[in-house]
């Protein structure tokens, strides 16, 4: 199994930017994605997430500015990221969970915001 990660990069704050996150060797239709980010000194942390059956959640620091999605049929995960912030300036990883029975990450993707 492998989770490819991609889309970041360096932009000015307000920008935006659109996290992928493609994945062999399972059918992600039942599996939940997720994505974290770990800024630097920091613990990793959840930013969004959503189920299998499409349920969207959010941290509030992030509410309104990032949009979770995915792409079952292409095996693809989602990050919309708008209004972006200096403090989102981080490694972001993408997770796919099922239950409590399997759990994969893929290499993160660095993010910077800056001016």
């Known amino acids: 199994v492998q989770l490819q990660a991609s889309g970041g990069g360096s932009v000015q704050p307000g920008g935006s930017l659109r996290l992928s996150c493609e994945v062999s060797?399972?059918?992600?239709?039942?599996?939940?994605i997720a994505w974290y980010h770990q800024a630097p000194g920091k613990e990793r942390e959840g930013v969004s997430c959503?189920?299998?059956?499409?349920?969207?959640e959010y941290a509030d620091s992030v509410k309104g500015r990032f949009a979770i999605s995915r792409d079952n049929a292409k095996n693809k995960g989602y990050l919309q990221m708008n209004s972006l912030k200096r403090e989102d300036t981080a490694v972001y990883y993408c997770?796919?969970?099922?239950?409590?029975?399997?759990?994969?990450w893929g290499q993160g993707t660095q993010v910077t915001v800056s001016s």
């Open positions: 060797g399972l059918s992600l239709r039942h599996y939940a």
């Open positions: 997770n796919a969970l099922l239950g409590l029975t399997s759990e994969y």
């Open positions: 959503i189920s299998a059956a499409g349920t969207t």
